[in-house]
């Protein structure tokens, strides 16, 4: 039986891992008119100058658990526990600092709407790692050839069901650079990208 992971619909790899571990940001913030220069230091001590630069940075984190999504899908494909759990680990630990990163940065002139928005999805990653994901390597270390009808309907059960609460973290945070930009005075270019729902 030849599973892949997030390849239910019948969407070869490539489509797949388009859809499911691209970059989220789905909007893109550019300067409108003037240059705001308020800025914003991070825990590691990097200057973040203007609203662009601190949605950037948000995005830039959330990209650095995407790339671990991806590399547990990798290694769901070789349905072997050890490769598996610790890919999952490798992306638990990626969350955690991450959200301990951001967690730290300072608000945006008083404004934690984004930052907040950014948290409440990492939060989400974490908890979906620790559970959802842990279930599906189980079921994957079984073995190509050990995984039943049943296994498979379970993987198709729990993606369901994070796929939709995935979604609403990825609206929120999107809600979020919206009402960011429009409060910055930036100019929001829509910009399709895929995400991990």
Known sequence: MAFRFFNFAGKSKEEMKAKYFGILFLFMLTAACGKNEYSVTT???QKLEGPAAYNDYLVAEQNRIIKRFSELNKAYESYDREEIDQARQALLNEIDEVIAAVEKLPPYEGDTELRDAALEMFTYYRQLSEQELKSIGDL?????NELTESDIDEM????NRF???IKSYEINFADAQRAFANK???KIRSKEK???S
Request: proline share 0%; charged share 45%.
């Open 163 to 165: 796929r939709k609460e």
């Open 156 to 159: 198709d059960r729990l993606y």
């Open 140 to 144: 994957l270390s079984k073995g190509e």
């Open 43 to 45: 825990a590691e001590g």
């Open 184 to 186: 910055y005075g930036m």
């Open 194 to 196: 895929d995400s991990i």
